[in-house]
């Protein structure tokens, strides 16, 4: 199975199509956002050292993200594809990535890159629901739980996220252009990038990667 990255601003639909992927292909996902969130909503020493900065919109530190896909990495799941939703995000964290995977003998076989124009990546975010225990994403107008506010696997109330206020996702764009928007160079010379088109309804992105991916 192939080693994925998923490469996207905020709001472009990662992970919305890295659930679907993993689960058609059996492979894990690590999200270090979703990561992060959780050690947020557990009190742990992680969560108290990220949450100030995810609230603002802000990346956390490279070496904590990069313990974080480190830890992830030596699970034995992940010795037979993975796919990586939200890291890399700068550079640092790609030549770190690359250490590790050299480590380990592996490489990354395709980084999808989607692309989503900004005035949709604002209309998607305004009107996000996500669940708090299992992670699982709605849309007030496109996608809306069963139950009003209630997440469709688990029942858990469904929450907005605090950096999906206005302020804040303008905050994240600017983080994505001026940090992670360089990756898709980075990545660009090994001929592993697949643009996506991330407009459409999640069907028919998921078609076209799949189609890139010739799965
Ligand atoms: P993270 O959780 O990774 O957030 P993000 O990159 O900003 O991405 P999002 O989760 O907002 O969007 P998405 O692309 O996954 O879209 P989604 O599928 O949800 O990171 C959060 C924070 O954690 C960062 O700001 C940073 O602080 C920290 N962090 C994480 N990783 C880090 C790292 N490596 N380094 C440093 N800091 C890090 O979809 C969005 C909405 O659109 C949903 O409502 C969905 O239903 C809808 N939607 C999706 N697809 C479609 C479609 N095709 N049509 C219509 N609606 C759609």
């Given at each position: 199975?192939?080693?994925?990255?998923?490469?996207?601003?905020?709001?472009?639909?990662?992970?919305?199509?890295?659930?679907?992927?993993?689960?058609?292909?059996?492979?894990?996902?690590?999200?270090?956002?979703?990561?992060l969130?959780?050690?947020?909503?557990?009190?742990?020493?992680?969560?108290?050292?990220?949450?100030?900065?995810?609230?603002?919109?802000?990346?956390?530190p490279?070496?904590?993200?990069?313990?974080?896909?480190?830890?992830?990495l030596?699970?034995?799941?992940?010795?037979?594809?993975?796919?990586?939703?939200?890291?890399?995000?700068?550079?640092?964290q790609?030549?770190?990535?690359?250490?590790?995977?050299?480590?380990?003998?592996?490489?990354?076989?395709?980084?999808?890159?989607?692309?989503?124009?900004?005035?949709?990546?604002?209309?998607?975010l305004?009107?996000?629901?996500?669940?708090?225990?299992?992670?699982?994403?709605?849309?007030?107008?496109?996608?809306?739980?069963?139950?009003?506010?209630?997440?469709?696997?688990?029942?858990?109330?469904?929450?907005?996220?605090?950096?999906?206020?206005?302020?804040?996702?303008?905050?994240?764009?600017?983080?994505?252009?001026?940090?992670?928007?360089?990756?898709?160079?980075?990545?660009?010379?090994?001929?592993?990038?697949?643009?996506?088109?991330?407009?459409?309804?999640?069907?028919?992105?998921?078609?076209?990667?799949?189609?890139?991916?010739?799965?």
């Amino acid at each position: 199975m192939p080693n994925l990255i998923f490469l996207g601003p905020p709001g472009a639909g990662k992970g919305t199509q890295a659930q679907r992927l993993t689960q058609r292909l059996g492979i894990p996902q690590y999200s270090t956002g979703d990561i992060l969130r959780k050690a947020v909503s557990d009190g742990s020493a992680l969560g108290k050292q990220a949450k100030e900065l995810m609230d603002a919109g802000k990346l956390v530190p490279d070496e904590v993200v990069n313990g974080i896909i480190d830890e992830a990495l030596q699970r034995p799941a992940a010795k037979k594809g993975f796919l990586l939703d939200g890291f890399p995000r700068t550079v640092a964290q790609a030549t770190a990535l690359d250490e590790m995977l050299a480590r380990r003998g592996q490489k990354i076989d395709h980084v999808i890159a989607l692309q989503v124009p900004v005035e949709t990546l604002v209309d998607r975010l305004s009107g996000r629901l996500s669940c708090p225990r299992c992670g699982a994403v709605y849309h007030m107008r496109d996608k809306p739980p069963r139950k009003d506010k209630l997440c469709d696997n688990d029942g858990t109330p469904l929450v907005v996220r605090p950096d999906d206020a206005p302020d804040r996702v303008r905050q994240r764009l600017s983080e994505y252009d001026t940090k992670t928007a360089l990756l898709t160079g980075y990545y660009k010379a090994r001929g592993v990038v697949r643009n996506i088109d991330g407009v459409g309804t999640p069907e028919e992105v998921e078609g076209r990667i799949i189609g890139a991916l010739k799965l």
